[in-house]
């Protein structure tokens, strides 16, 4: 296989359907998919096992009890076969030339071990964020933000197995690719975001409102590691600080900064 696609599904027994005929839309059909159902409470596991039985490329695994994304995602690495790793949610929408688009990149490049593109978020009342692209970011920019969109990207499997793979830590829960990419280019790896939008992230205006205090920690933390990791100056810190004054902003605030 060229690509494996690795899926952490977790409680989206509505929209897994959706997200897996997206993926037989593509263009681009050289890959397999390998699922992990996450202990979820609905009936995905169910859903993920209907669909499997009609599909020869699909494995299909399961969590006992929920582990999160980062143990989950870590599982179907181990049985990913393909030269390169996409990664797709449960509940998301690939565009038909995302893969195609995405091999052609690292194919073509080398010198580059992640590909992305932007995203476009919508809700049941269609698009209403889409993200930019066309850049490659700089070490710089990793304690300010996470530098790629991580459902979009596809990897060269040889960079996750040189970092081992997503870090299980309760510290990196919700912030799993954030310290992947840290690791990757701790080891001289590098990626570019490409410019045309090619995944669809069901997102929602108020996503803010799920991000608990213990997020916020966990993101402080996690770029105070890109800045210890990647040899930044000290004063990059300070950029730790962002996401617990976030955590008391006041929403009114919060909602205009973030459709910034």
């Given at each position: 296989?060229?690509?494996?696609?690795?899926?952490?599904?977790?409680?989206?027994?509505?929209?897994?359907?959706?997200?897996?005929?997206?993926?037989?839309?593509?263009?681009?059909?050289?890959?397999?998919?390998?699922?992990?159902?996450?202990?979820?409470?609905?009936?995905?596991?169910?859903?993920?096992?209907?669909?499997?039985?009609?599909?020869?490329?699909?494995?299909?695994?399961?969590?006992?009890?929920?582990?999160?994304?980062?143990?989950?995602?870590?599982?179907?690495?181990?049985?990913?076969?393909?030269?390169?790793?996409?990664?797709?949610?449960?509940?998301?929408?690939?565009?038909p030339d995302?893969?195609?688009?995405e091999v052609?990149?690292?194919?073509?490049?080398?010198?580059?071990?992640?590909?992305?593109?932007?995203?476009?978020?919508?809700?049941?009342?269609?698009?209403?964020?889409?993200?930019?692209?066309?850049?490659?970011?700089?070490?710089?920019?990793?304690?300010?933000?996470?530098?790629?969109?991580?459902?979009?990207?596809?990897?060269?499997?040889?960079?996750?197995?040189?970092?081992?793979?997503?870090?299980?830590?309760?510290?990196?829960?919700?912030?799993?690719?954030?310290?992947?990419?840290?690791?990757?280019?701790?080891?001289?790896?590098?990626?570019?975001?490409?410019?045309?939008?090619?995944?669809?992230?069901?997102?929602?205006?108020?996503?803010?409102?799920?991000?608990?205090?213990?997020?916020?920690?966990?993101?402080?933390y996690v770029?105070?590691?890109?800045?210890?990791?990647?040899?930044?100056?000290?004063?990059?810190?300070?950029?730790?600080?962002?996401?617990?004054?976030?955590?008391?902003?006041?929403?009114?605030?919060?909602?205009?900064?973030?459709?910034?």
């Amino acid at each position: 296989m060229k690509v494996s696609v690795i899926m952490g599904i977790y409680n989206c027994a509505s929209y897994l359907k959706e997200a897996l005929d997206s993926l037989y839309a593509q263009t681009f059909q050289d890959f397999e998919i390998v699922l992990c159902e996450d202990g979820s409470p609905d009936a995905t596991y169910e859903v993920a096992r209907k669909y499997a039985e009609n599909r020869s490329n699909i494995k299909l695994l399961r969590n006992e009890t929920n582990k999160g994304l980062n143990y989950t995602l870590n599982r179907c690495l181990a049985e990913a076969e393909g030269e390169y790793i996409a990664r797709m949610d449960g509940d998301d929408i690939s565009l038909p030339d995302r893969f195609a688009t995405e091999v052609e990149f690292l194919d073509t490049h080398p010198e580059y071990a992640i590909v992305t593109t932007p995203m476009k978020h919508f809700d049941e009342n269609g698009i209403f964020r889409i993200g930019k692209g066309g850049y490659e970011p700089d070490k710089k920019v990793f304690p300010k933000y996470s530098p790629f969109c991580h459902a979009p990207c596809m990897v060269r499997k040889e960079a996750y197995l040189a970092v081992g793979g997503y870090t299980v830590s309760d510290r990196l829960l919700r912030e799993e690719d954030y310290d992947l990419w840290i690791k990757m280019y701790q080891k001289g790896y590098r990626g570019y975001t490409l410019e045309t939008p090619l995944y669809m992230m069901r997102d929602d205006r108020n996503a803010f409102k799920r991000r608990t205090f213990k997020a916020r920690m966990n993101e402080a933390y996690v770029k105070h590691l890109a800045v210890k990791n990647l040899g930044l100056p000290f004063y990059y810190h300070i950029n730790c600080l962002k996401p617990l004054i976030l955590a008391i902003t006041p929403e009114w605030l919060y909602r205009r900064l973030h459709n910034r």
